[in-house]
């Protein structure tokens, strides 16, 4: 498996609070990515970073903020948390000089927002 | 914008028998990569098929199997010899190939999943 983890777990936290998710790799890969998980929505992608504070957006930024300051850790941001951002949210990395595109999930953080 | 459908919520299947999963999508790009992901109950996604569209020959992972049709734009997951530990989601998911083009292109899209029961 590749070595991705992702802090924290789990968390609680009421509207109108900042929130940060953290997301760690020690495979070195270039290419970060985080994605909310809904029921009947698959996964969407809201950010992603390909390289050192290199950063662009994806389909569902709207609320979110990502910052890269080093090459292992991606951080997301939630600078007011709403209900409606209550989801999973997975990281993934990706290398594409080595691999065929393929990205590998952290192990997902379940959010509540109340 | 490239979509991904998959258009069985559910599907059920006994063990050991063989069961097919669709996904379609709609690009107007020429080389793209195609996955199959699995989502057990622990939530970790998985991945366990990758297919290259400039590739003809289906790809095959031991009981997985893609039946990758481009013209038609189709690309069904196989799985042979259903055992209790394929029971999850399945999430099917594109990705053109290219120099990056920023846009959130970079990202896979994903189909809405389809749950895979299997009946002991």
């Known amino acids: 498996d590749a070595g991705i983890t992702q802090s924290p777990r789990h968390k609680v936290t009421e509207t109108g609070t900042p929130v940060t998710l953290r997301c760690h790799q020690t495979?070195?890969?270039?290419?970060m990515y985080w994605y909310r998980q809904d029921p009947g929505h698959g996964l969407r992608l809201i950010h992603y970073?390909?390289?050192?504070?290199?950063?662009d957006k994806g389909e569902v930024s709207d609320g979110y903020s990502v910052s890269r300051s080093k090459t292992e850790d991606f951080l997301l941001t939630l600078e007011s948390a709403t209900s409606s951002q209550t989801s999973v949210y997975f990281c993934?990395?990706?290398?594409?000089?080595?691999?065929?595109?393929?990205?590998?999930f952290g192990p997902g953080t379940r959010l509540t927002v109340t | 914008a490239q979509t991904v459908t998959q258009s069985q919520p559910e599907m059920s299947v006994q063990e050991a028998e063989t069961v097919t999963l669709s996904c379609t999508y709609d690009?107007?790009?020429?080389?793209?990569?195609l996955f199959w992901y699995k989502q057990p109950p622990s939530r970790q996604m998985i991945l366990v098929i990758r297919?290259?569209?400039?590739?003809?020959q289906n790809a095959t992972e031991n009981r997985f199997s893609v039946n990758f049709q481009k013209a038609a734009k189709s690309f069904s997951l196989k799985i042979s010899d259903s055992q209790l530990g394929d029971a999850a989601m399945y999430f099917c998911a594109y990705r053109p190939v290219g120099v990056y083009s920023g846009g959130g292109a970079d990202g896979l899209t994903f189909g809405k999943g389809t749950h895979l029961i299997i009946q002991p």
């Open positions: 297919q290259e569209a400039y590739k003809q």
């Open positions: 970073s390909y390289g050192v504070k290199d950063t």
């Open positions: 495979e070195n890969h270039r290419y």
């Open positions: 993934a990395i990706s290398d594409w000089a080595t691999s065929s595109y393929e990205q590998y």
């Open positions: 690009t107007s790009e020429s080389d793209y990569y």
